[in-house]
Every structure is written in C-alpha cells, then in structure tokens.
C-alpha cells in the first residue's frame, strides 16, 4: 500500500523508538507497545496510523523483514532462578531470556555476547545463547570490548587478511622503486603528536624564486609526501575486503582499533626515520599570498629525516637559539621554510574567510589499570597549524587534480546551514544584541567576520558554540558541492591513507589519472582514458553501475566514520562516569555548555567533565526555555541561564548504566560556605552521599513490591521474567546483589 514504509528501528532507552527511512524524510515514532515486538536495528514495515501530540508521524509494525543478527553486549544477571541479559545498549529496550543449559561458562554479573535465538513478540521476551565471555565489567580495557561490540566496530582481521600482510616483504625491493621519483637525498621530516605511532605524511620546504628584478616571483616549493598504502594494498584482495569493511582506524584512550594490520600501519605504510618508504608526493609552488601556483603529483621514494614532534617543532620555532632548535640543528632551515609557508597559506585562508575557531580540545590520560587518571587541555601550538595548513593544501591539489580529470571520486562535503539552522541562528544572534548577522545565502566569510567580531564578549564561547551548531555534518560523496567551512570549491581527503579508505581510493585514483587510465571502483580495475597529463575533451560517461558503487562507498565511508566517533565517545563518557564517582558529593566551578527545555550542561573548569543540572535543581519556580537566547529563565525571579554563564555544582549522581552524571546547582548563599569536601553539612542541609542513600533505600522498597508481584504472578504459572527485569537492573545499578541472584557490579551500557 501506498502508507506503508520501509525502514530501520532505532529504539529509545526511554522505551519507544523511530523507524530511519533512509530518504531524508522524516523518521516514524514507535510508541512502546509498538516496540515489544521489535528491537533495535530490525527491518520492517510500519504504516502511519496518525500524528502524535508533538506532530510526529506515528507508526504501527505491519511486517518485519529482516531482525538483527548481530550478537548484543549486555551483563548476565539472575532473579529468583531466571537467568537474563540486561543489554549494554539501552536502545534494545528489553532483557533477553537464557535458559540455563545456555549460559555457557558465564556466572552472574560478568558482561557477555548473546545470540538470540529466539525474537521479541507482543507477549514473550527475546530468548537467547550465551556465545563469548568478556569478563567482568571492572576488567581493565573492559569498556572498549563493550564498545567494540556494541557498535559493531570490526575488531579482528580475517586469517586471509593475517596471512597476506605476514607475506609482504620487511623492506622495499629494487622491484619497489621502478617508475619512482628519487626524493630520498630530500631532507624531510614526519611532524606528530608524542603518543603517535603511525606517520603518514612527511614535509619539506625550501624557498624559490622566478625571473629576476621587479618582475621576480617568489614563494616557496612545499612537498607533501603521503605513505603510498596503495603500493601495497590492491582492490578486491583480503586487506582490501577489510579495509573497506572498517572504513576508518578507530582511536580510544590507550587503544587503536586500525584499519590496515600493525604490518602495515606501523611497518612499511609507515614514514619512519631513517628507513626508505613508497610514497605518493604532491609537490606545490607557493607564493608570497599563499596561493598554489603550481603543483604536480607523482610516485616516490623517501627516507624521512627526523620523526619530530610537536612540542620540540614548536620550541624551535619560539627560539631558534634555544636547546630545541640546537639538537635539530640540521632541519632548523627547512623548519624555518615550513613556518614561512605557512604563514602564507594562512593569509590565503583568511581571504578566502574560512571559519576558524578556537575551541578547547581534551585529552585523558589514563593510568596502568586504563581508568582516567587526569584529562588536561590539547593546547594547538604553531606546529600543529603548519602541518595542518600543509595537508589542506596538498587535499585542495588532489581534489583540483581529479575535478580536472573529470573522473568519479569521493570528495569531502561540507554543506552549508540548513534554512531552520540559518533562521535559528539569525533570530539568536538578534537576541544577544550582535550587531551582525548571516544572510539568507551564508558564506564561510560571514562566518568568520562574527567570530572575529564576538572574540572578546564575554560570551563569546556562546556564540561560537551557536555558529558551530548552526553548521552540517562533512561526508563523502562522490557528488563534489564544495567544503563550506574551509572556503573550497572542491576539497577530498588525500593524506591519510593508513587510517582512512576514502584516502586510499584516492590515491588509486590519482595513479590511474597518472597512467592515462581511469580506475573502476565497481570491478577494481584499471580502463583505458585520456592521455598522461591531458585533460578529457569532454566528461567521460560514468555508468549507472559505476555512479552507484561510488555513492554506496560515500555513505559507507560516511557511517562508519559517525561510527567511529560513536564508539570513541561511549568509551570516553564511561570512563569519565568512573572518574567522578569518585567525587560525588564535591563541589566544583564550571561554565554552562548547552541549555535545554529540561536543564543545562555544566563542564567544569578543572576536570573537563560535562554534567547534567536537570531544571528541577535550579529552584523552586517555573523556567521557560527561551530557544532564540539558547537559555532558561526563572518566571518569578528572572533568574537566566545560558550558555557561557559561570555556575558552581555539586555532583549529586553518576549513572555508569546510562553514562549519564548529574550535578546539583549551589545557590549564591551556599556558595560562599567551604567546600563540600571534608566538611559536615549545615543543618537541613543535605549532603549528596546522603541523596544516593536515599534512591538505594527507595530502590530496595521497589524492588520488594516487584518481587512480590512477580512470585504472584509465577505462582500462576507465567515464567515471562518481565518483573524480574527491573529488579535486577536496579540491584545492578546500585552495586547490590538481585535477590535470590550473586552480587552484580554496576553494568555500563549505552547512551
């Protein structure tokens, strides 16, 4: 019929869910009664059965097509006898039944992998197969497992993968360098963070000069050299295959899931010092303003110099005189190159009037258990910025040099606001009294010009929070629109190819450009094209085929970088839930992050931890939330709270289940008192350790009542266990054994 859609469900922790259509239309609301049939990621087909209160298409399931078969992650718990899995990911929504003959070697409280076996209905709860034991939850390491899994993040190579990469040779062979530009007498050097254990790019610059007298033009020969991973890795073989299936290298606190073997990512992809590398090289000529003049991309062979990093980069820089810049005395000159170019791109940047905020990156830094022992500030330091400008540059050439080609290619895409964004941020930036405002065709430089603008208000972080959100999501796409936030027309990503595949495609891409050829990503081959260095007459035909297989690569790409940065973030948040239920009841200064119709964000200013203060701590009155100002705002006392404002909290709870850390406001008179910590509360005044013994105690209560209505309802037979479900997630939670089960520790799960 002509309502009934197809789609993905995306379940809710809160119990409901939303079927993804996938066509850019809006997504169908599944009430909870809808859900008990279907879980998280199943295929179905629902029909619209009205608008709920909130305007919302509302769906009732006609079909499902397809249940997910991947394992789900999740504690093992038991109640009264009944063996269950409460799911890491809340988005699941409902806890899977095990028979006991099915719980493998698994005992209570551990977090292991289930099969089901059998699916949800509108009467049973899902059953399933214990399939792998991860352990206990405390086990260190033990939160990137779960996210690994839980995200569907692939982990381990095929033995076909394995085998192959074991078969590569240690080093180049002659056979490696043939049709290879010699650049190993070049001095150049890999610039890197100090944790960095891969090294895909390597710079050099030296200055050069055109004609003489008035009419000489001069600039700088900026080499751009990227580890040549398509040498070794050919469409279609194993490393491919995995390649593409993890699109990405996926990067936690002390753990990087990559995506090529350590072979590979560490050994000859490599650019390490001293040892000769396959490169792929983008060789610029960069004048005075910082325009590329000129460049040429070609097959090489280098041998790096020196693996710096950027702090010795950036204290050379601040002192040529110093003990840094003495110990790299022979790069010093090409450093000083490399900086000089730089500024030039930088002066290119600010004409074209690319956004560039400044905003503050954290880093944790966890001790040998893996559990946070500090999280400090990522300070950008020039280093960081000329290497960045360096690459930009070399990804503008790539883009240019396959757009002239005319041949199909995954570009980056970076759209600019949507018109609710556009008109969100007009009505926010007339409300906060800034003098500017965007047009109803925004460009990068309008951007610019108000962050440049704003940069000594006192909320300015407010306003640049808004213009960043105001912003799309960049993907790929082998439709080229153009990068709004840096100002290019065309832009695609060159020059890192060990842990991104969209870099990799296009380095088979500029090689087959190179050879003549065109490079068909349907069948992995090369086909006959123009001739070396000549630009097609008119575009070539892509095929239907060919069109399909590079959008299907895009979106591929595309989501698994989202999920990428999913997986990251869960293992982030647990860890900092872990970090501050240490703290609970401290009392710490902070700066509002986000306002929402139901609280506000807080991130403190010591830890760099962001929590919650739900609107119900803010006091006893009624708050509005005003979405043009991005704040809240007290009816009786006018009382606002908006994003940048100054505020001290105190952590009331930590909900490791939910990642999930909340903090109570400290009124004006409380705040001038000590610090919570190591002090006995005023009278009337309660303290947050005792609020959590609070919850415990009413927990323990709940869980007597709903224990006593399941054994009624077991005594009349029914072994559904669906009582049992909330009382072993509450004893769970709080760090209490489930009655009539073995103690279970606090169970991490999704967001």
């Given at each position: 019929m002509?309502?009934?859609?197809?789609?993905?469900?995306?379940?809710?922790?809160?119990?409901?869910?939303?079927?993804?259509?996938?066509?850019?239309?809006?997504?169908?609301?599944?009430?909870?009664?809808?859900?008990?049939?279907?879980?998280?990621?199943?295929?179905?087909?629902?029909?619209?059965?009205?608008?709920?209160?909130?305007?919302?298409?509302?769906?009732?399931?006609?079909?499902?097509?397809?249940?997910?078969?991947?394992p789900?992650?999740?504690?093992?718990l038991?109640?009264?006898?009944?063996?269950?899995?409460?799911?890491?990911?809340?988005?699941?929504?409902?806890?899977?039944?095990?028979?006991?003959?099915?719980i493998?070697?698994?005992?209570?409280?551990?977090?292991?992998?289930?099969?089901?076996?059998?699916?949800?209905?509108?009467?049973?709860?899902?059953?399933?197969?214990?399939?792998?034991?991860?352990?206990?939850?405390d086990d260190?390491?033990?939160?990137?497992?779960?996210?690994?899994?839980?995200?569907?993040?692939?982990?381990?190579?095929?033995?076909?993968?394995?085998?192959?990469?074991?078969?590569?040779?240690?080093?180049?062979?002659?056979?490696?360098?043939?049709?290879?530009?010699d650049?190993?007498?070049?001095?150049?050097?890999?610039?890197?963070?100090?944790?960095?254990?891969?090294?895909?790019?390597?710079?050099?610059?030296?200055?050069?000069?055109?004609?003489?007298?008035?009419?000489?033009?001069?600039?700088?020969?900026?080499?751009?050299?990227?580890a040549?991973?398509?040498?070794?890795?050919?469409?279609?073989?194993?490393?491919?295959?995995?390649a593409?299936?993890?699109?990405?290298?996926?990067?936690?606190?002390?753990?990087?899931i990559?995506?090529?073997?350590?072979?590979?990512?560490?050994?000859?992809?490599?650019?390490?010092?001293?040892?000769?590398?396959?490169?792929?090289?983008?060789?610029?000529?960069?004048d005075?303003?910082?325009?590329?003049?000129?460049?040429?991309?070609?097959?090489?062979?280098?041998?790096?110099?020196?693996?710096?990093?950027y702090?010795?980069?950036?204290?050379?820089?601040?002192?040529t005189?110093g003990?840094?810049?003495?110990?790299?005395?022979?790069?010093?000159?090409?450093?000083?190159?490399?900086?000089?170019?730089?500024?030039?791109?930088?002066?290119?940047?600010?004409?074209?009037?690319?956004?560039?905020f400044?905003?503050?990156?954290?880093?944790?830094?966890?001790?040998?258990?893996?559990?946070?022992?500090?999280?400090?500030p990522?300070l950008?330091?020039?280093?960081?910025?000329?290497?960045?400008?360096?690459?930009?540059?070399?990804?503008?050439?790539?883009?240019?040099?396959?757009?002239?080609?005319?041949?199909?290619?995954?570009?980056?895409?970076?759209?600019?606001?949507?018109?609710?964004?556009?008109?969100?941020?007009?009505?926010?930036?007339?409300?906060?009294?800034?003098?500017?405002?965007?047009?109803?065709?925004?460009?990068?430089a309008?951007?610019q010009?108000?962050?440049?603008?704003?940069?000594?208000?006192?909320?300015?972080?407010?306003?640049?929070?808004?213009?960043l959100?105001?912003?799309?999501?960049?993907?790929?796409?082998?439709?080229?629109?153009?990068?709004?936030?840096?100002?290019?027309?065309?832009?695609?990503?060159?020059?890192?190819?060990?842990?991104?595949?969209?870099?990799?495609?296009?380095?088979?891409?500029?090689?087959?450009?190179l050879?003549?050829?065109?490079?068909?990503?349907?069948?992995?081959?090369?086909?006959?094209?123009?001739?070396?260095?000549?630009?097609?007459?008119?575009?070539?035909?892509?095929?239907?085929?060919?069109?399909?297989?590079?959008?299907?690569?895009?979106?591929?790409?595309?989501?698994?970088?989202?999920r990428?940065?999913?997986?990251?973030?869960?293992?982030?948040?647990?860890l900092?839930c872990?970090?501050?239920?240490?703290?609970l009841?401290?009392?710490?200064?902070?700066?509002?992050?986000?306002?929402?119709?139901?609280?506000?964000f807080?991130?403190?200013?010591?830890?760099?931890?962001?929590?919650?203060?739900?609107?119900?701590?803010?006091?006893?009155?009624?708050?509005?939330?005003?979405?043009?100002?991005?704040?809240?705002?007290?009816?009786?006392?006018?009382?606002?709270?908006?994003?940048?404002?100054?505020?001290?909290?105190?952590?009331?709870?930590?909900?490791?289940?939910?990642?999930?850390?909340?903090?109570?406001?400290?009124?004006?008179?409380?705040?001038?008192?000590?610090?919570?910590?190591?002090?006995?509360?005023?009278?009337?005044?309660?303290?947050?350790?005792?609020?959590l013994?609070?919850?415990?105690?009413?927990?323990?209560?709940?869980r007597?009542?709903?224990?006593?209505?399941?054994?009624?309802?077991?005594?009349?037979?029914?072994?559904?266990?669906?009582?049992?479900?909330?009382?072993a997630?509450?004893?769970?939670?709080?760090?209490?054994?489930?009655?009539?089960?073995?103690?279970?520790?606090?169970?991490?799960?999704?967001?």
């Open positions: 002509l309502n009934d859609i197809e789609g993905i469900v995306l379940g809710h922790r809160d119990g409901h869910g939303f079927v993804q259509r996938g066509n850019g239309e809006p997504d169908i609301y599944l009430p909870p009664q809808e859900m008990r049939a279907v879980l998280h990621r199943d295929r179905v087909v629902v029909r619209v059965a009205r608008m709920d209160r909130k305007g919302r298409p509302e769906g009732r399931v006609i079909d499902i097509l397809e249940r997910r078969k991947t789900i992650i999740g504690r093992l038991q109640e009264n006898g009944i063996w269950l899995v409460a799911p890491e990911d809340r988005r699941y929504g409902q806890d899977i039944l095990i028979p006991k003959n099915a493998a070697n698994a005992i209570a409280g551990q977090v292991v992998a289930v099969e089901l076996t059998e699916p949800a209905s509108m009467y049973s709860q899902p059953v399933g197969r214990v399939t792998e034991v991860l352990g206990q939850i260190p390491g033990m939160e990137i497992e779960i996210a690994v899994r839980k995200y569907e993040v692939p982990h381990r190579f095929s033995a076909e993968t394995l085998a192959q990469a074991a078969g590569l040779p240690d080093k180049l062979r002659a056979v490696d360098l043939k049709q290879r530009i650049l190993r007498d070049v001095p150049m050097v890999t610039i890197d963070g100090e944790d960095a254990r891969d090294f895909d790019d390597a710079v050099y610059c030296e200055p050069y000069q055109s004609g003489r007298g008035r009419t000489a033009v001069r600039g700088w020969r900026l080499i751009v050299a990227i040549d991973v398509s040498h070794y890795v050919k469409p279609g073989e194993p490393l491919d295959v995995d593409y299936e993890r699109a990405t290298s996926v990067y936690f606190p002390r753990r990087v990559p995506m090529l073997p350590e072979k590979l990512s560490n050994g000859l992809c490599s650019l390490n010092p001293e040892v000769d590398r396959l490169t792929m090289a983008c060789d610029m000529l960069v005075e303003q910082g325009d590329v003049t000129a460049y040429q991309f070609y097959p090489a062979v280098i041998c790096s110099q020196a693996r710096l990093t702090t010795e980069v950036a204290a050379a820089l601040g002192n005189r003990p840094e810049a003495a110990k790299r005395a022979a790069v010093l000159p090409h450093l000083l190159h490399l900086h000089e170019v730089y500024r030039a791109l930088l002066k290119s940047r600010q004409r074209r009037g690319a956004v560039d400044e905003t503050t990156e954290t880093q944790i830094v966890c001790d040998e258990n893996g559990r946070i022992e500090k999280i400090v990522r950008r330091t020039e280093a960081h910025r000329l290497i960045e400008e360096s690459m930009l540059a070399a990804n503008v050439c790539a883009a240019d040099f396959i757009a002239q080609a005319q041949h199909p290619c995954l570009f980056r895409v970076h759209d600019g606001p949507t018109p609710e964004k556009r008109l969100t941020l007009q009505n926010y930036l007339k409300s906060v009294g800034v003098g500017m405002t965007i047009s109803e065709d925004p460009t990068p309008e951007y010009a108000i962050a440049t603008a704003t940069k000594d208000r006192i909320d300015a972080a407010q306003i640049h929070a808004m213009l959100r105001s912003m799309q999501q960049a993907l790929y796409t082998p439709d080229n629109g153009g990068h709004f936030g840096l100002a290019y027309e065309a832009y695609t990503h060159f020059t890192s190819p060990i842990r991104r595949y969209p870099d990799l495609l296009v380095h088979r891409v500029i090689k087959a450009v050879q003549g050829k065109r490079f068909q990503l349907s069948s992995g081959s090369l086909v006959a094209g123009a001739k070396p260095g000549t630009p097609p007459a008119k575009p070539p035909r892509v095929s239907a085929t060919e069109q399909a297989a590079w959008e299907g690569a895009g979106a591929h790409c595309s989501a698994n970088e989202r990428a940065d999913e997986a990251s973030r869960d293992v982030e948040a647990w900092k872990r970090y501050m239920r240490e703290r009841g401290e009392e710490f200064s902070g700066t509002v992050s986000a306002v929402t119709s139901f609280g506000v807080v991130t403190l200013d010591a830890l760099y931890v962001d929590g919650l203060v739900h609107i119900t701590e803010l006091g006893g009155e009624y708050f509005r939330f005003d979405e043009a100002r991005q704040e809240l705002r007290g009816e009786r006392t006018g009382v606002r709270y908006a994003i940048g404002a100054r505020v001290r909290i105190q952590v009331s709870r930590v909900d490791l289940d939910g990642r999930r850390i909340d903090f109570r406001m400290i009124r004006e008179n409380e705040a001038d008192r000590p610090p919570a910590k190591g002090r006995s509360p005023a009278r009337g005044e309660p303290k947050a350790v005792d609020e013994a609070e919850v415990q105690a009413a927990d323990r209560a709940q007597r009542v709903t224990s006593a209505a399941k054994s009624a309802r077991a005594s009349k037979g029914s072994a559904r266990g669906t009582a049992g479900r909330g009382t997630r509450k004893a769970a939670s709080a760090g209490k054994p489930a009655k009539g089960g073995k103690p279970a520790k606090s169970r991490a799960s999704g967001a």
